[in-house]
Every structure is written in structure tokens, then in C-alpha cells.
């Protein structure tokens, strides 16, 4: 059994009798130990995958994208295929939580392989990440939303075009629906 997959089946057992504050004082300590190096970014990936609290997911992943991107170019490489996966394969619990910190972080990098899955979102996911766009957002996270929301403009797939109300939405919410998209 790999060493990840006996963190996760820890982290699983711990989950049901800790509510998500002391999840959130946890990971806050394991944030800090990565950052000063006393622990390596992987004891971050339970917090990113197992948990279903989308803050603490967010803030797992982001954290781990940050500690690897400030590491050596291949560290920074391989995070950004870890994170990716984790979307890819679905195998974080909160999928929606882990592709906006992933948008968040690491910007227009990965923002062809996100786009690429895009469509595959549930709703659900597409609502996390809208709930999850900071009131400030990165010019890239924003021209990535107003990308995604001309895609969906239009649809006639119902599911489809909620999402693209819920991110017409975030996007007033910060201030930056493009009105001419919604006319285009």
C-alpha cells in the first residue's frame, strides 16, 4: 500500500468525529509545517482529497501548488500533474474545490488543461467554484470564467446552462460580467 493511500484511509477515520473547525486547525499546522520545510507538501494531499469542506480542500491544494511552485522547476512541474490529476481522475471528494485553487494558483499554465475539463464539471463542482472566486480575482481566473461562460452561452443542454448562470453570476458578484458576452 502506498504511503498517500495509508494517509488517506487515516485521515478517513479521523474525518467523522472532527468537525471542520478543528479539520481547519489541522491543516492550518500542516500548512505551517510545509512552508518552514518540516514536513513535505504530500502531507497536505489527505486534507485535498479526503476532505469535503471546500475551504479546506481549497486552501490544501493551494497550499501544496505554492509550496511545490516555489520549489526547484521540476517540483513546480509536478505539481501542477498532480493537482491536474487529481480533477482528471476525480479523486478528490471536492473536485470543484481542487480546479478553482488550481485556477487560483497556477494561472495561465494550466489553464489549456483545465479548459479541457470543463465540460465534465457537475454542477455541484461549478457552484463550488463560483463560491470560491475570491471578490478580487486574478485577471487570468477572470478571462478563464468569461471564456468558460461564452462557451456555455447558448446552450440548450439544461445543465449546461445553469452553470452558466452560476458563473455569470460570480462574475457580477466581482464586478466583471462583460455585458457584451451576455448580448454576443
Excluded: K
Amino acid at each position: 500500500m502506498s504511503p498517500i493511500t495509508q494517509l488517506l484511509i487515516s485521515y478517513w477515520h479521523r474525518l467523522p468525529a472532527e468537525s471542520p473547525a478543528i479539520r481547519r486547525l489541522n491543516l492550518a499546522a500542516t500548512c505551517d509545517d510545509v512552508r518552514s520545510g518540516r514536513s513535505a507538501a504530500t502531507a497536505l494531499v489527505p486534507f485535498a482529497l479526503a476532505d469535503v469542506d471546500e475551504e479546506i480542500v481549497f486552501a490544501a491544494t493551494a497550499t501544496y501548488a505554492e509550496s511545490c511552485a516555489n520549489g526547484a522547476p521540476g517540483q513546480r512541474q509536478c505539481a501542477i500533474e498532480d493537482t491536474l490529476e487529481w480533477i482528471r481522475r476525480d479523486l478528490a471528494i471536492n473536485r470543484g474545490a481542487v480546479f478553482s485553487a488550481v485556477l487560483h494558483t497556477f494561472g495561465p499554465i494550466v489553464n489549456e488543461c483545465l479548459a479541457s475539463q470543463r465540460l465534465v464539471l457537475t454542477e455541484g463542482e461549478v457552484a463550488t467554484i463560483c463560491r470560491l472566486l475570491p471578490a478580487r480575482p486574478c485577471s487570468t481566473a477572470l478571462r478563464f470564467l468569461q471564456e468558460w461562460h461564452e462557451l456555455l452561452e447558448g446552450c440548450d443542454n439544461e445543465v449546461l446552462r445553469r452553470q452558466c448562470e452560476l458563473i455569470r453570476a460570480a462574475l457580477e458578484r466581482c464586478g466583471r460580467y462583460d455585458r457584451q458576452l451576455a448580448a454576443a
